[in-house]
């Protein structure tokens, strides 16, 4: 084999490996506030006070003459919005040019009740566009630094991609949910961790775990049922990746993947939180990671490694809460996960983080967090040593802070810092150190 094509093919195969997603705790989706909770395009409702102005207002474009309230009432909500990245490497091995890019968003939900088929029914379309370049990828960092432009793409006709599912609530606590969804959206294991990269951390890290399973847009059914004392979901999806790929064929040709969650609400000192467990199990066979260097060799036969789960442990707990507004509040959280070890690039990893709203009276929108992670590279992925050619780590971790201010209810402007001990240790027999990551985040809700 060419030394060219093996050094290309060996980071192109790490790549991959770790473009796949965790899923964890429910969304939580009600009749009342089911435009808020199926999609993260905006963290707050249409407001109907036709008398609010321009810096007031939730949505730049405000009320459309009335005809945003009206299609509302009539069972259509529409939702728009903007985010731009401006983010380089300060310190590392590698480009230090700053980016920038941007994510366009627009969702559609149509209430089935009030468009005159039955009650419960929702039908939901997400769109999502990037524009621009990103610095992923760069220092030899494997996880994305910044998940908004990693997911669809930011390359050719990778850069769009749409989710649509339909909701059918079966009472007040129970629904289901089937279609083509955006992990990143639907699930978030943390109230204090979300956002999708759009307004909370930017690491893919703290959105969602990396587990070699669950991959970032998914084709399947969910059935989740929540109430003030526990979360529960199970889902049933493609094994296969369902980003950037729509329709109906190919379905479930290389098998299915399950999911479970279940979560307790807890309530200490008078503030919420919870503990929770998930599992993940797929059918799908893979190449078995211990045997790195023959699924890199075209002259060498590798086993495929099936039966491949994840578990997982999950918490949150607020810390502080604002004696006027019960969603203004702060918190721990964090979660464990560990898989078989074969058929994923990670072996084991954790995250902790302090965030949430900040605890300032007049600034009641602010998002804030700062926290840690690790994920320890599974045996095969972490021995990977082609001399001059690519040498990986035992495994990648890093702290990532970030402060968004809300200079008025549409438009945040926010900066984000990261330190990262990169997955590669070696690229083109140069040593990667630590990697420094710094931008600026902007976001527009229209």
């Known amino acids: 084999m060419k030394k060219g094509h093996l050094k290309l093919k060996s980071f192109v195969f790490l790549l991959f490996l770790f473009a796949s997603f965790s899923v964890s705790a429910q969304t939580d989706i009600t009749p009342e506030d089911v435009n808020a909770s199926v999609d993260s395009l905006a963290a707050h409702k249409i407001s109907e006070n036709k008398a609010e102005t321009i810096w007031t207002r939730k949505q730049l474009t405000g009320d459309w003459g009335g005809a945003r309230t009206s299609l509302k009432k009539s069972g259509i909500t529409i939702k728009s919005s903007l985010t731009n990245y401006y983010q380089g490497m300060v310190s590392g091995e590698g480009d230090k040019d700053f980016q920038f890019g941007a994510k366009w968003g627009f969702a559609t939900l149509l209430n089935g009740e009030k468009l005159g088929l039955w009650k419960g029914f929702f039908a939901i379309a997400h769109m999502e566009y990037n524009m621009g370049n990103s610095v992923n990828g760069n220092g030899g960092t494997l996880l994305p630094v910044n998940t908004g432009l990693a997911y669809p793409g930011i390359e050719g006709a990778d850069r769009f991609d749409g989710s649509v599912y339909l909701v059918q609530f079966l009472s007040k606590t129970d629904k289901v949910v089937i279609g083509k969804m955006s992990t990143r959206d639907l699930t978030n294991f943390s109230t204090f961790s979300g956002g999708g990269g759009r307004t909370g951390f930017q690491n893919t890290a703290f959105i969602t775990a990396p587990n070699g399973i669950t991959t970032p847009d998914i084709f399947g059914a969910a059935y989740m049922s929540n109430n003030e004392k526990r979360d529960l979901t199970f889902m049933v999806y493609d094994a296969n990746s369902s980003l950037n790929k729509i329709g109906f064929s190919d379905r479930f040709q290389d098998g299915v993947t399950f999911f479970g969650s279940a979560d307790l609400i807890v309530h200490i000192a008078g503030l919420k939180g919870k503990q929770g467990i998930l599992g993940v199990a797929s059918t799908k066979d893979v190449y078995n990671t211990d045997d790195v260097f023959d699924i890199l060799n075209p002259n060498q ?75 320890s590279f599974s045996d095969g992925i972490s021995e990977l040593n082609i001399p001059t050619i690519l040498k990986t780590a035992a495994g990648e971790a890093g702290i990532e802070t970030y402060y968004n201010a809300f200079l008025t209810p549409w438009f945040s402007l926010g900066v984000d810092f990261q330190w990262i001990q990169p997955g590669l240790a070696s690229r083109g027999g140069v040593s990667n150190g630590d990697a420094a990551f710094i931008g600026l985040r902007s976001g527009i809700i229209f």
Do not use: C
């Open 301 to 375: 036969t590798s086993q495929k490694k099936s039966n491949r789960w994840t578990l997982g442990y999950y918490f949150e707990q607020a810390l502080w809460q604002s004696p006027t507004n019960k969603k203004q509040n702060f918190g721990l959280y964090g979660q464990v996960i560990m898989t078989d070890g074969e058929g994923s690039p990670v072996d084991y990893g954790f995250v902790l983080g302090l965030g949430g709203k900040a605890p300032f009276a007049k600034r009641p929108m602010d998002h804030w967090g700062i926290g840690y992670f690790n994920y």
